[in-house]
């Protein structure tokens, strides 16, 4: 059994130096600079001044907090002078659903937005932002937990798609797309268990749905969105890469805008 302090998945590890910031008072600083936060690491059970001014900023952000012992801080530590306090910077600022539906109303575009749920490697979601800006989608949508930010990777892979498409953080996926729903969005996700995409009428104000590769759209998810779509597929494996997947389904909503 491994402990729940010192097993972390990669996803959860910074990736470079540049994207640490160590020190109580250098990470308060940073949250009320307005640099974006992604995942805060903090000494277990420490509940100083300086320590509970840094929660509460990351309350405010809605950061993502992780309590784990000094060990694992020394371990993540290049300084070694944390003072029980490490944050993990975007490598990018984070944008707003409703810049993005702005955005769309100023091109008189109908939203096409996507939502990623459970999407946890950085090339993945580095991809998908290509593949969003490529297909002409106003911005990319990511819960704040089990999802991967703003990285490095994330920046590198979308080939520079990322300075041109906005991509906004929620805390919760289900219910931001029932709101939407109020506003006249409809949603789809893919479920290979769903209607054949060819037969769905994919056109207006849409979000695209997409999960992991090994669990799909969560349940809860699923069950907001309107239809399921089916890729065809007729290999002997049953299940595409969540980029690609993401790819054929955003180029078949491009397809049916222009007919």
């Not at 106003?138 to 930010?149: D, F, L, S």
Request: neutral net charge.
């Amino acid at each position: 059994m491994t402990d729940r302090h010192t097993a972390m998945d990669k996803n959860e590890l910074p990736e470079g130096p540049e994207l640490k910031i160590e020190g109580r008072n250098a990470v308060i600083e940073a949250f009320r600079a307005g640099k974006p936060i992604d995942k805060l690491f903090i000494l277990e059970d420490c509940q100083d001044g300086p320590v509970m001014t840094i929660k509460r900023e990351a309350r405010k952000c809605g950061t993502q907090v992780k309590y784990v012992t000094r060990d694992r801080l020394d371990q993540l530590s290049e300084t070694g002078k944390h003072q029980g306090v490490i944050a993990w910077a975007a490598a990018y600022q984070y944008s707003s659903i409703e810049d993005m539906l702005a955005a769309a109303a100023k091109k008189n575009e109908p939203p096409f937005l996507l939502f990623l749920d459970n999407i946890e490697d950085p090339h993945n979601l580095g991809a998908i932002i290509r593949t969003a800006n490529l297909a002409g989608a106003h911005g990319v949508v990511i819960p704040k937990n089990r999802a991967v930010g703003l990285t490095a990777t994330v920046a590198k892979t979308s080939a520079g798609a990322l300075n041109f498409t906005p991509v906004a953080k929620v805390t919760n996926l289900a219910v931001t797309i029932e709101e939407l729903k109020q506003k006249g969005m409809w949603f789809v996700c893919a479920d290979m268990n769903g209607v054949r995409m060819y037969d769905l009428d994919l056109k207006g104000s849409i979000g695209l749905v997409i999960g992991s590769e090994g669990g799909g759209v969560g349940r809860l998810v699923r069950e907001k969105c309107d239809y399921a779509a089916a890729i065809p597929m007729a290999g002997d494996i049953d299940s595409l890469n969540a980029s690609v997947a993401a790819g054929v389904l955003a180029y078949e909503i491009v397809r049916q805008r222009l007919t």
